[in-house]
């Protein structure tokens, strides 16, 4: 079993943060983490049907390339 977790390109947007936007700018590692954080999640709301959508492309497309790096 591989387990894998989805991190944001850049950890903090130094500009924003500076600019007094401190939820700002670490919004986009919470959105990134938030694929890989919580399994299965509720798909009652737009919002759950998102992240189920997110997450099946994120962990699809993670095995695809694992499975090529290996041939």
Known sequence: MRLWRAR???EL???RFNAGDH?????E?????SISRVLYPADSTEAGQELRLRQEYFFVSRRCRTC???T
């Open 68 to 70: 090529c790096a290996a």
């Open 23 to 27: 939820l700002g700018a670490v919004a």
């Open 29 to 33: 590692v919470a959105r990134a983490e």
């Open 8 to 10: 944001a390109l850049e």
């Open 13 to 15: 947007h130094l500009e």
